[in-house]
């Protein structure tokens, strides 16, 4: 099945600021993820081309990192063929948009997984992803709710926390 999956928002803050953020992406300081709620981002060699990780059961390794723009990841697991993104870009001297994007074809039991599962926590991961960065750079908090089959998901795999 192909997939196409793509979050954006758009902040009133300069890239820089962003920038500052992106760089702690897989640190122990990571300003990016919602670790508070998701696993967070492991990276074998940190951001840099070819390091392997992941998060929680999603496995992935680095094929580009443009610092203060871009870090794309490739699958690393069967059934799951594509990448996925984090972008930032400059929409005016204090206005940003972070992106997260994936581009896929599932086969097999992929797609089942995909479908009733990971898409749904997916979504919600980045989008607390996003809460947090907005949080990080903005004096108004958001926070998204999650919807009921993503809090019956959570708590039918008790994902680990660190």
Do not use: C
Not at 23 to 43: G, H
Not at 87 to 107: G, P, R, W
């Amino acid at each position: 099945m192909k997939i196409i999956n793509i979050h954006k928002r758009v902040i009133q803050q300069p890239k820089p600021e962003f920038a500052k953020l992106f760089n702690t992406l897989a640190t122990e300081n990571d300003m990016i993820v919602a670790t508070d709620k998701w696993s967070p981002i492991k990276l074998d060699k940190g951001l840099q081309v070819g390091s392997k990780g992941g998060h929680g059961p999603i496995k992935y390794f680095v094929t580009e990192f443009k610092p203060e723009k871009s870090i794309t990841f490739q699958f690393d697991m069967p059934g799951f063929n594509g990448f996925h993104r984090f972008e930032l870009t400059e929409l005016a001297t204090n206005k940003t948009e972070i992106s997260h994007i994936i581009d896929m074809i599932t086969t097999g039991s992929a797609t089942l997984k995909w479908t009733l599962a990971i898409r749904w926590l997916h979504d919600t991961y980045i989008e607390d992803a996003f809460d947090k960065v907005e949080n990080h750079l903005t004096k108004d908090k958001k926070s998204s709710n999650w919807n009921l089959w993503v809090r019956i998901l959570r708590r039918l795999i008790k994902p680990k926390r660190k």
